[in-house]
């Protein structure tokens, strides 16, 4: 992030992980029914891909004052973000 909190992207949704491709649920009797590839969920898509955000359980470890710096932090992207929009 920007503002000097350790952050990165969001997970990606869970459909789109390698472990539920077709090859990967072959093995199980009921999944490999399913194909994952023909999901869509256009608001969890665009969430993981453009809003979600990864902080690291080890930040939120700190004093209150870091506390503060991270969400003064969040805030400020959040503010920023809505006016570009």
């Known amino acids: ?4 909190i350790p952050a990165s992207p969001g997970y990606k949704p869970l ?19 399913y194909d994952y590839s023909k999901v869509k969920c256009p608001v969890t898509e665009r969430v993981c891909d453009h809003e979600a955000i990864w902080l690291k359980q080890e930040i939120f470890l700190g004093e209150p004052e870091d506390m503060e710096d991270i ?14 929009l």
């Open 1 to 4: 992030m920007a503002e000097g």
């Open 71 to 84: 969400a003064r932090a969040i805030r400020k992207v959040r503010d920023n973000y809505r006016e570009l």
């Open 15 to 33: 459909y789109r992980e390698p472990a539920f491709n077709k090859a990967s649920l072959d093995w199980h009797p009921y999944a490999r029914h």
